[in-house]
């Protein structure tokens, strides 16, 4: 299983980003892809998921949209309305489903990940 985040970058706020997942078309098929973030001093937190159908936290809901694309094998998530408490490195994962618990996507139980791409926002 190979997943590789790209897209991230140095936007202002109330600016839109979207990242990309690159993944294999096995993983597509038999995997949820979970978009989850970093940042520095901070836990790990799940912001997407998408399965049959597509998750979020509570703290990006209305603001981030993830969709997929088969036929490219990427998973994307359109971030828009960026905050400052957006700033992260952002990844992509598998996981055997979705879930919501307490207002953020589980991360716990997932298979693989790979490498992030740094978000920053500011003025």
């Known amino acids: 299983v190979q997943l590789q985040a790209s897209g991230g970058g140095l936007v202002q706020p109330g600016g839109s980003l979207r990242l990309s ?7 597509l098929d038999y995997y949820a892809i979970v978009w989850f973030r970093q940042a520095p001093g901070k836990e790990r937190e799940g912001v997407s998921c998408i399965s049959s159908s597509t998750y979020y936290a509570d703290s990006v809901k209305g603001r981030f949209t ?8 990427t998973v994307y998530l359109q971030m828009n309305n960026l905050k400052p408490e957006d700033t ?5 994962g598998t996981h055997g ?8 996507v589980n991360t716990d139980g997932m298979n693989y990940w790979g490498k992030g791409t740094l978000v920053t926002v500011s003025s």
């Open 88 to 92: 992260a490195v952002y990844y992509c």
């Open 66 to 73: 993830i969709s997929r694309d088969n036929r490219k094998k």
């Open 21 to 27: 997942c690159e993944a294999s078309a096995f993983t």
């Open 97 to 104: 489903g979705c879930m919501v618990l307490d207002g953020a």
